[in-house]
C-alpha cells in the first residue's frame, strides 16, 4: 500500500492562487467574463416593464382610441421604438378587416419580437462557448509547459508532476465557472423575454379590442 508519508500534505491553493497561475489566460477569461456581464444587464434591463410599455405611450394611446381617432393612435404607436408601439401598430393597421385579423397581425409581431429578443440572448450561449474553449486551451498550454519543465528537471517527483497539472487546470475551472454564469443567463434572458412580452401583448390586445369597438354615438 502507498504511505500517506510520501505525500506530504500541501494546504489547498486559494482563489487568488488559482487566478495567478494561470498565467496570461486568467485575464483573458476575466475579460470576456466582464463583456458578457455587461451583454447580460443591458438585455435584463431592456427587459423592463417602463422600456417594453411605457406608462406615457398606454395612456397616448388609450386617449386616441378612446376618442376615435385611430390615426392618431396609429401615429403615437409607430413612433414608439417599444414593443408595445410595435404591436398596436401592427394590429391598427388591420383595423379595417376587424378584430380577429387586429389580433393575429398583433400576435404575428409579437412573435416576431420574442424570436428576436431570443435569437439576441442567444449571443451570451456564444460567448460562454469561447470562454470555455479558450479555457482548455489555456490548459493544454499550461499542460504542454509542465510537461516540457518536467522533461529538463534530473529527477521529477510525483509532487511537481501534481503541481504542473493542477495549475494548468486552473484554467478549466475558470472557464468552467463563467461558461456556466453565461449559459444560465441566457436561459433567464430568453424565459424573462416571453413572460415579459407576454404580458405587453396583453396590454395591446386590449388597446385592439377597444379600437374595434364599435362607436356606441353612432
Not at 435569437?119 to 493544454?140: C, D, E, K, Q
Not at 510537461?147 to 494548468?168: C, W
Request: hydrophobic share 55%; with cysteine; net charge neutral.
Amino acid at each position: 500500500m502507498l504511505s500517506l508519508a510520501w505525500f506530504p500534505l500541501v494546504p489547498p491553493p486559494g482563489l487568488i492562487d488559482v487566478f495567478n497561475e494561470t498565467g496570461f489566460a486568467g485575464p483573458a477569461l476575466l475579460l470576456l467574463g466582464a463583456v458578457a456581464a455587461t451583454k447580460a444587464v443591458r438585455r435584463w434591463l431592456a427587459l423592463r416593464p417602463a422600456t417594453l410599455a411605457p406608462e406615457g405611450l398606454q395612456r397616448g394611446l388609450e386617449h386616441a382610441i378612446r376618442s376615435k381617432e385611430p390615426d392618431q393612435a396609429v401615429a403615437l404607436a409607430a413612433a414608439s421604438p417599444s414593443p408595445l408601439g410595435r404591436f398596436v401598430a401592427a394590429g391598427l393597421l388591420l383595423r379595417s378587416a376587424g378584430l380577429d385579423e387586429m389580433l393575429a397581425n398583433c400576435e404575428r409581431a409579437a412573435m416576431k419580437e420574442a424570436l428576436l429578443r431570443q435569437a439576441g440572448a442567444v449571443g451570451l450561449a456564444r460567448f460562454g462557448t469561447v470562454i470555455l474553449m479558450f479555457a482548455i486551451f489555456g490548459t493544454v498550454l499550461g499542460l504542454m509547459s509542465a510537461l516540457e519543465v518536467l522533461g529538463i528537471l534530473k529527477a521529477p517527483t510525483v509532487q511537481d508532476a501534481v503541481t504542473g497539472i493542477r495549475e494548468s487546470l486552473g484554467c478549466t475551472a475558470i472557464g468552467l465557472f463563467l461558461s456556466l454564469v453565461c449559459f444560465g443567463a441566457w436561459a433567464l434572458l430568453s424565459s424573462r423575454a416571453v413572460t415579459a412580452l407576454h404580458k405587453v401583448r396583453e396590454i395591446a390586445e386590449e388597446l385592439l379590442a377597444e379600437a374595434a369597438r364599435p362607436d356606441r354615438a353612432g
